[in-house]
């Protein structure tokens, strides 16, 4: 610091000076406000007002670099996806489908529509009963022996709705009984008895459909907590495990993945959550499982994979999301069951492979699952598959290098032929033209 700054940095004694003022009177300037700031309290400099945007954007820079940022999932490791609808104008499409949506309901939600659906017809139906009655005078004629009402026995609203109930359920007590001097009476009975066979195929169906799905089946259907990368017959491979806990197995099991990362394209349009497909196996039909015990499902890392530039250090810094789907049918029920999980960058382990978990005892073979996701640390480059390949590709030539060294070797001979005396290399022309004379006498 310079004695003209007077304990003050250069940039905050640049920022008072004044330009218009000699030197001898800046001088002056300083020093006073020098001895005012002794007493004072240190000068806070102001920044400049920024507008929302470019403050908002400031720490989101700094944290950006500082911290890393937290990967959102696309499906998560329970199978559901992370996806919410929202500004469906069209919802009279729902109620199109009425059937599928009582059944994706929640089972609260649809207990409750289960039971205010045959309140509400038992009610209804009771009500048009105790108008019947009370239209044809029914009330008004109830100890009397001689007058026949429409429904014997029914004396009030409360009866007309057990008998609403009694004749919609089919129970039949034989204390209330429709008579046949009541026409209006037996319309109803019929209209009843239909729309009561439909509610209950309709209330009954859902109630079974969402017990049976075959959701619940893939409970039982586990992969992996982490996929793993390494070496597999000198190549580098993705895998993951899947594993099946009943007894009773999934005919026809196949296995799908797909890569989740956004992308730019070359025009500039940039795709969120771009989807691509990674081969595990459905040239070779290893992708067809037959899932007794538990399989790990493996990626070739090659030319047509994503992972093909990815080196280990590169995969951290990588926002992607794998996520494996294992479809099927229910052996049991024959319906198309479902199961996915997902892998984000954290969940992949460069340089693992898993545990056995099949073993061999007195006449079958045992797997233990509590091995199932246990990993351990094996001896595998670091190198993305691309550089494996190029390496390999060197190791594989050493011919051409040696033709390309012998060339370089003549290349520089001829040169130094070329930098001799003109009378040697004359001289030598000279005895070549001469053998090649005598050679052709």
């Known amino acids: 610091m310079g004695p003209e700054n007077n304990g003050y940095p250069e940039s905050q004694s640049s920022l008072r000076r004044q330009p218009c003022q000699p030197d001898g009177e800046r001088a002056n300037v300083l020093e006073g406000e020098s001895m005012d ?11 400049p007002k920024l507008p929302k945007q470019a403050r908002d954007d400031l720490p989101r820079h700094i944290s950006r670099d500082r911290t890393k940022r937290k990967i959102q999932r696309y499906v998560r490791k329970d199978g559901k996806c992370n996806v919410h609808h929202g500004n469906v104008r069209e919802t009279y499409r729902y109620l199109t489908d009425i059937f599928t949506t009582l059944v994706d309901l929640k089972w609260r939600f649809n207990l409750l529509i289960f039971v205010m659906v045959y309140t509400v017809t038992w009610l209804f139906f ?3 009963w105790w108008l019947i009655a009370y239209i044809r005078g029914d009330m008004d004629h109830i100890e009397d022996p001689s007058w026949t009402p429409c429904v014997t ?7 007309a709705f057990l008998f609403s109930i009694e004749t919609e359920t089919t129970i039949g007590y034989g204390y209330r009984v429709i008579t046949d001097k009541c026409p209006e009476g037996i319309i109803l009975l019929l209209i009843q008895s239909v729309l009561g066979s439909i509610v209950n195929a309709f209330m009954v169906g859902c109630m079974f459909v969402k017990i049976s799905q075959p959701k619940k089946r893939a409970e039982t259907l586990v992969f992996s907590t982490h996929a793993v990368i390494s070496m597999r017959d000198g190549k580098l491979c993705l895998m993951f495990r899947v ?5 009773s197995h999934i005919v026809e099991a196949s ?3 797909k890569l989740i990362k956004s992308k730019q394209t070359s025009e500039g349009e940039f795709i969120p959550l771009n989807q691509t497909d990674i081969n595990v196996g459905y040239y070779t039909g290893d992708d067809r499982l037959f899932l007794v015990s538990p399989l790990i499902i493996s990626h070739e890392i090659n030319q047509q994979s994503p992972f093909w530039e990815i080196s280990k250090a590169q995969l951290p810094k990588e926002e992607l999301e794998i996520v494996v789907i294992l479809e099927g049918m229910v052996e049991a029920t024959g319906m198309t069951c479902q199961a996915r999980s997902s892998y984000i960058t954290s969940e992949i382990l460069w340089g693992y492979r898993f ?3 099949l073993t061999l005892e007195d006449g079958f073979y045992e797997v233990d699952y509590n091995s199932f996701h246990e990993t351990y640390e094996t001896s595998t480059p670091s190198l993305s598959a691309k550089e494996l390949a190029e390496l390999a590709s060197r ?3 050493p011919l ?6 012998k060339l370089n070797q003549h290349a520089e001979l001829e040169t130094e032929e070329e930098g001799k005396n003109p009378e040697e290399q004359t001289e030598r022309n000279g005895d070549v033209t001469n053998l090649e004379n005598e050679s052709k006498v």
């Open 37 to 47: 700031q002794d007493v004072e309290s240190p000068v806070a400099i102001h920044q």
């Open 126 to 128: 009771g009500m048009i």
């Open 153 to 159: 026995n029914l004396n009030g609203f409360v009866s």
């Open 243 to 247: 594993g099946d806990l009943r007894n």
């Open 255 to 257: 296995i799908r993945a």
């Open 355 to 357: 545990t056995p978990v």
């Open 395 to 397: 190791a594989e030539l």
């Open 400 to 405: 051409s290098w040696s033709v390309s060294s």
